[in-house]
C-alpha cells in the first residue's frame, strides 16, 4: 500500500515529522515502532465515489475510526433482517465481514489467552459501541478483553500503566488519538511503560491529514488521489502570490483546480470539524465546530460528492491488517460530512 510507502519515508525525515507536528521528544517512540514492525489493526478511508470515476481519497483514518459497530454489527443484522422480511432476496449479500476479519487479525497479532485492555472516554456511547465492538472480536479469538474508562488509568511505582482494578495493562487497545496522547501528561511513561499499544505509535504518522500532502508529493496523479499541500507552502500562492519553491513545479499543474475550489483542513481534524470549502477564493461552506482551527492545515483541491435524494455520501473502506473487508456508507445534507451524518446501511442485489 502507498500509505506504508509515505510512512517509509516520513519516519526517515525529520523536516516532515515535523511538518507533520510530532512532538519531538516522541520522535524516538514513533520512529521505533515502525522500525520493529508493530502490526496494525485496522483503518478507514473515506473515499468520493459517483460510481463512474475512479474513487477519490478525501482521509484516511487510521488511529480510532469510529462507525465500526454500525459497520460490522448493525447493518450485517438489518440485512438480515430484511431478508427474513422478504423485502430483499435471500441471494442478496453486503460487502462486509469486518467483524471476521478482525477476528483473523487479533489471533495472528497475539498469542492465545493473551490478555487485552480497551479504553475510550466515559459516559461516550458511540466509542464505547466502538471499543465493545473490538473487545467482541478480541474474545472470540480466544483472548482476554478487559474495559476500563480512559480517565481511570493510573501508573504504578514501576511507571506501568494500571486500569480500574490495578491490573498491570500489558496490551492497550485506547480510542485516544495518538495526537492527543502524545501531547498528554501521561505521554512521559510511554516508552518505559512496557505497554503494548494498539494502535502503534506510528499509526501517528497516517492518521495525520499531513499524509496527504506527502502521499501526492510522492504520487503525483495517481488516479485515487487528489491534489494536497501544506497550507503554508500555498497560501500566498492561492491569493496570487508565489507557492514555495519547494513545490513550486506540482502547485503549478494543480493550480486551475486548487484555483476553482479547495478544502482546508486542520491536521488533526475528525468528523469534519474545522474544516472549510473555498472555491473561487471565497469560503462557500465551513464547519461551526472550530475544535482545530488552531492547528496547522493542509489544501487538499476540493471533489464533490455525488448527490442522491438530497443527501452526499461518503464512502468508508474498511482496513483489517492490509485488506480491504468492509464498506460503510454515511450522508448529510451538508457538503462537509459530519459527527452526527446519518449512517446508511447497504446491500448488493443478485
Known amino acids: 500500500m502507498r500509505s506504508r510507502v509515505a510512512v517509509a519515508t516520513i519516519v526517515e525525515s525529520e523536516y516532515l515529522l515535523t511538518r507533520l507536528a510530532i512532538p519531538p521528544e516522541h520522535w524516538d517512540l514513533v520512529v521505533g515502532s515502525w522500525q520493529q514492525g508493530e502490526p496494525e489493526l485496522y483503518g478507514r478511508f473515506d473515499l468520493a465515489y459517483d460510481g463512474k470515476g475512479p474513487a477519490k481519497m478525501l482521509e484516511y483514518n487510521a488511529d480510532t475510526p469510529t462507525s465500526l459497530y454500525e459497520t ?56 464505547y459501541a466502538t471499543v465493545e465492538a473490538l473487545a467482541w472480536a478480541a474474545r472470540e479469538a480466544g483472548l482476554g478483553a478487559h474495559y476500563t474508562d480512559l480517565d481511570k488509568i493510573g501508573i504504578s511505582d514501576a511507571g506501568q500503566f494500571t486500569d480500574d482494578q490495578d491490573r498491570v495493562m500489558g496490551v492497550l487497545f485506547k480510542l485516544y488519538p495518538w495526537e492527543d496522547l502524545l501531547r498528554d501528561p501521561f505521554a512521559a511513561h510511554l516508552a518505559g511503560s512496557g505497554c503494548r499499544f494498539v494502535e502503534p505509535p506510528w499509526k501517528a504518522v497516517v ?28 497560501a500566498a500562492a492561492l491569493s496570487g502570490g508565489t507557492p514555495s519553491a519547494a513545490v513550486a513545479d506540482s502547485f503549478g499543474r494543480a493550480a486551475p483546480g486548487l484555483l476553482k475550489g479547495h478544502v ?52 468508508g473502506a474498511w482496513i483489517v491488517g492490509q485488506a480491504c473487508c468492509g464498506m460503510a456508507v454515511r450522508e448529510d445534507r451538508s457538503r462537509i460530512t459530519q459527527d452526527l451524518s446519518r449512517f446508511k446501511p447497504h446491500f448488493i442485489h443478485d
Not at 499524509?211 to 497550507?231: D, I, K, S, T
Not at 442522491?308 to 464512502?315: C, H, K, N, S, Y
Open 207 to 234: 492518521s495525520n491529514k499531513g499524509l496527504l500532502p506527502v502521499l501526492w508529493q510522492m504520487f503525483e496523479g495517481h488516479p485515487n488521489l487528489l491534489p494536497a499541500f501544506f497550507h503554508d507552502d500555498v
Open 72 to 127: 460490522a454489527a448493525f447493518q450485517w443484522t438489518w440485512l438480515e433482517d430484511h431478508i427474513a422480511a422478504g423485502v430483499l432476496n435471500v441471494r442478496d449479500d453486503q460487502f462486509n465481514r469486518v467483524h471476521e476479519a478482525l477476528v483473523e487479525r487479533f489471533r495472528d497479532m497475539f498469542a492465545p489467552n493473551t490478555n487485552l485492555h480497551f479504553t475510550a472516554i466515559a459516559g461516550n456511547p458511540e466509542d
Open 264 to 315: 482546508i483542513k486542520p491536521l488533526f481534524s475528525r468528523e469534519g470539524a474545522s474544516l472549510s470549502i473555498v472555491e473561487q477564493g471565497a469560503v462557500t461552506e465551513a464547519s461551526a465546530d472550530a475544535t482545530y482551527a488552531a492547528h496547522p492545515k493542509i489544501v487538499q483541491a476540493y471533489h464533490p460528492l455525488p448527490m442522491f435524494d438530497g443527501f452526499r455520501p461518503v464512502i
